[in-house]
């Protein structure tokens, strides 16, 4: 029998997912000693944040299949500026905050206040472009 407090939408996908069953990811970040011949030993002091993904969506983020990276999820968004002269814009500039907010910034100029968003589809992992009142794209 499953109990319900078992039960968490996937942070990618939003699927249910039981935290119990294995193949399942919980996002942990701790201290990792490093050794001689390089790499790390397993992480020590480690904090496990209520954030729960299902494995398809950690696999095809760790293998670049997706458009953001594991790693992204708490790290605050910093700037994608491209010039308009540049041709084509960045893939996202937005980004997961350490409170698990969605942040973005305007991908022409940087400003932190960038509401308007395109080509957005937070479920499916699609964090699109944002822009400023003064670089939001016009309509066709």
Avoid at 33 to 59: D, M, Q, W
Avoid at 79 to 86: K, L, W
Avoid at 107 to 132: D, F
């Amino acid at each position: 029998m499953v109990r319900t407090q078992d039960l968490v939408a996937c942070h990618f996908c939003a699927k249910q997912i039981n935290v119990k069953l294995p193949g399942n990811y919980q996002f942990v970040s701790g201290w990792a000693k490093n050794r001689t011949g390089g790499g790390a030993h397993g992480i020590s002091l480690p904090e496990k944040k209520p954030l729960f993904a299902c494995g398809y969506c950690v696999e095809r983020r760790s293998k670049g299949l997706a458009a953001q990276g594991v790693f992204e999820i708490l790290s605050p968004p910093t700037p994608a500026v491209t010039p308009a002269s540049a041709g084509a814009p960045a893939p996202t500039n937005a980004a997961y905050d350490d409170r698990d907010m969605l942040t973005h910034v305007c991908n022409v100029c940087g400003s932190t206040n960038a509401p308007y968003g395109i080509g957005v589809a937070v479920r499916k992992g699609e964090l699109g472009l944002w822009y400023c009142a003064q670089h939001r794209p016009k309509a066709p």
